[in-house]
C-alpha cells in the first residue's frame, strides 16, 4: 500500500461513519480488489456476530457466577471513573471566558438537538468560533 493509498483511506474514514470499518475495507481493496474488501469487511463483522451467537450460553452463566460479575462491576466503575477523569482533564483545557461559552453552547446545542446533523453542525460551529476567538 503506498503512502497515498494510506492517505486515501484515512481521509475516507474520516468523512464517513464508521471510520475503521471504512479504513479495513480500504485497506483490503487496496490489496486485493473488491474480493479483498468483502473479506476484509466480512473478518471485521464476522466475529461481532459470530462469537454472540455461538457464546451466548457460556457467557451468560459466566456472568452469573458472582465473583465474575464483581469483577464486571469494578470494570464499569473504573471505566466510569476514566471518563470523569478525561472530562475534568479537558474541562481544564476552559481558561477563558469565551472557551466557557462556547462549551456551555455547544453541550446546550447537543442537548436539544438529536439529531446526527447536529453533531456535525455543532462541531463545524465549534471549531470556526475556536479559530476565531484563538
Partial sequence: MTLRQFLDGLALGGVMPAPLVIFGTW???AGGGFPGALLLTLGIFLPAFAF??????????LVANARVHALLDGITAAVVGLIAAVTLHLAGTLT??????IALAVLLALARLRTRLAVLLVMAAAALLGIAIG
Fill in 52 to 61: 454472540p451467537l455461538l457464546l451466548h450460553g457460556p457467557l451468560e452463566r
Fill in 27 to 29: 485497506v483490503g481493496y
Fill in 96 to 101: 477563558t471566558w469565551p472557551r466557557v461559552a
